[in-house]
């Protein structure tokens, strides 16, 4: 496992942009996928974009061609350039990490994203 801290949350108006941040320590070493997860109180958490070991990405429907995932070896940090935001992205946002292929084993503690309209 590795540890995750976020951050980079905060208040926004609808149309702004954000970035977060995940600085990972630990065993970062193997084949390692990395995600940025979302939930609002009352639903499910849902996952909005991801990136696997040789860098290839995916994204949620409702956040493609608004969301950006990025990694920084070097610094050992995650990030989620976030775009033409909506009300409807206000969530907590999570970084996870895992064994690509199987279950995530570890998570931050979570960054506060409020988008007012």
């Known amino acids: 496992q590795v540890q995750l801290v976020e951050s980079g949350g905060g208040s926004v108006q609808a149309g702004g942009s954000l970035r977060l941040s995940c600085v990972a320590s630990?065993?970062?070493?193997?084949?390692?996928?990395m995600a940025w997860f979302r939930q609002v109180p009352g639903k499910e958490r849902e996952g909005v974009a991801f990136?696997?070991?040789?860098?290839?990405?995916a994204y949620a429907d409702s956040v493609k061609g608004r969301f950006t995932i990025s990694e920084d070896n070097a610094k050992n940090t995650l990030y989620l350039q976030m775009n033409s935001l909506k009300p409807e992205d206000a969530a907590m946002y999570y970084c996870?990490?895992?064994?690509?292929?199987?279950?995530?084993?570890?998570w931050g503690q979570g960054t506060q994203v409020t988008v007012t309209s």
């Open positions: 630990g065993d970062t070493s193997g084949d390692y996928c």
């Open positions: 996870a990490a895992g064994p690509c292929g199987r279950a995530w084993d570890s």
């Open positions: 990136i696997d070991s040789d860098g290839g990405t």
